[in-house]
């Protein structure tokens, strides 16, 4: 037990399994209690670790630089696949303010702006998506493994996009309005302002 996350294992498996109070179990181990109750704030980069491992499986002789390259080219395969976004709007977490993000930002011409911090009611679009994701999907969902989290989130971004009725939509589905508007008809029910068409093309993806 070398490292803190080690030691903050031992000490609640110690108090667990010998029903002993935090003071005493960090005593036993010889961490201090402030250690122990150390909770990190870094970005969760477990989706992002799992696809490298997965690629490293698939590809047991490339290195990491040409492992990131597989990676960036997937980032890269969804501007290809939806079209290039006119603008990205994001919080200010590390996992957005990277070098890597920021490169690719402006390798692809694609503006990035930042909402103030604590403040997300300047990216309600977004914060209103995740609250339906989080309702209808997450919450209601236990998941069992990877490929089933991808599965059902596969399942329900489809339900979202073809049969969910959206009230901003008249009650119609993104797909519906976005054919809709491919054929040169403009949605006559459509009751969001016209900067939503933009945001709308970002429900698709």
């Not at 002993?20 to 201090?32: F, I």
């Not at 209103?128 to 989080?134: A, C, E, I, K, T």
């Not at 329900?156 to 519906?176: A, C, F, I, K, M």
Request: a positive charge.
């Amino acid at each position: 037990m070398v490292t803190p996350v080690a030691k903050r294992q031992a000490v609640r498996h110690i108090q667990e399994a010998l029903a002993l109070s935090e003071r005493r179990a960090c005593a036993l181990v010889g961490v201090a209690r402030r250690v122990a109750r150390y909770v990190s704030a870094g970005a969760d980069d477990a989706a992002l670790r799992q696809r490298l491992r997965d690629l490293a499986d698939q590809r047991r002789r490339f290195g990491y630089r040409r492992l990131g390259y597989l990676l960036a080219r997937e980032l890269t395969a969804l501007v290809e696949r939806y079209g290039k976004p006119l603008m990205i709007v994001s919080d200010n977490g590390t996992e957005f303010t990277s070098h890597a993000i920021l490169k690719w930002a402006d390798g692809m011409k694609v503006e990035w702006h930042y909402i103030a911090p604590g403040k997300p009611q300047q990216n309600g679009f977004v914060e209103s998506f995740n609250g339906r994701l989080r309702d209808e999907c997450l919450n209601e969902t236990l998941f069992t493994s990877l490929s089933h989290a991808r599965q059902v989130l596969a399942d329900w971004r489809e339900d979202y996009n073809t049969v969910r009725p959206h009230s901003q939509l008249g009650g119609r589905t993104p797909d519906q309005v976005a054919r809709q508007v491919s054929r040169g008809h403009a949605p006559e029910t459509l009751v969001i302002p016209s900067t939503q068409s933009h945001k709308k093309r970002e429900l698709s993806f």
